[in-house]
Nanobody, 128 residues
Framework: QVQLVESGGGLVQAGDSLRLSCTAS????????MGWFRQPPGKEREFVGV????????YYAGPVKGRFTISRDNAKNTVILQMNSLKPEDTAAYSC?????????????????????WGQGTQVTVSS
């Protein structure tokens, strides 16, 4: 059983940056592909980005590509979502998730149903 805890959310202005952290416990962190998802107000949860087991591969959703960066530190059981040039439409509850994929393939790594463990989420609000 893996427990995930996010931190770093808050209220920022458009154009600002924010860094979210997700710390894992209870499992072998390097065995999991780690994804970030977000749920905007009144909408379904959507894929943001994902990082492979060792961190050598990443993939991002179109709306965040070029602005968001995911990294991980397996020694610290932590995955980071660095968000730059934030926009009001980035306002959402952000969650990290862990999955035991055999391969790092699209679209499988984007599917929220394929992730086994989820954090409780952290709120990001971007004002205009």
């Amino acid at each position: 059983q893996v427990q995930l805890v996010e931190s770093g959310g808050g209220l920022v202005q458009a154009g600002d940056s924010l860094r979210l952290s997700c710390t894992a416990s209870g499992g072998t962190f390097r065995n999991y592909v780690m994804g970030w998802f977000r749920q905007p107000p009144g909408k379904e949860r959507e894929f943001v980005g994902v990082i492979s087991w060792g961190g050598s591969n990443t993939y991002y959703a179109g709306p965040v590509k070029g602005r968001f960066t995911i990294s991980r530190d397996n020694a610290k059981n932590t995955v980071i979502l660095q968000m730059n040039s934030l926009k009001p439409e980035d306002t959402a509850a952000y969650s990290c998730a862990a999955a035991t994929f055999r391969t790092f393939e699209i679209p499988t790594i984007m599917a929220r149903s394929r992730y086994t463990y989820w954090g409780q989420g952290t709120q990001v609000t971007v004002s205009s």
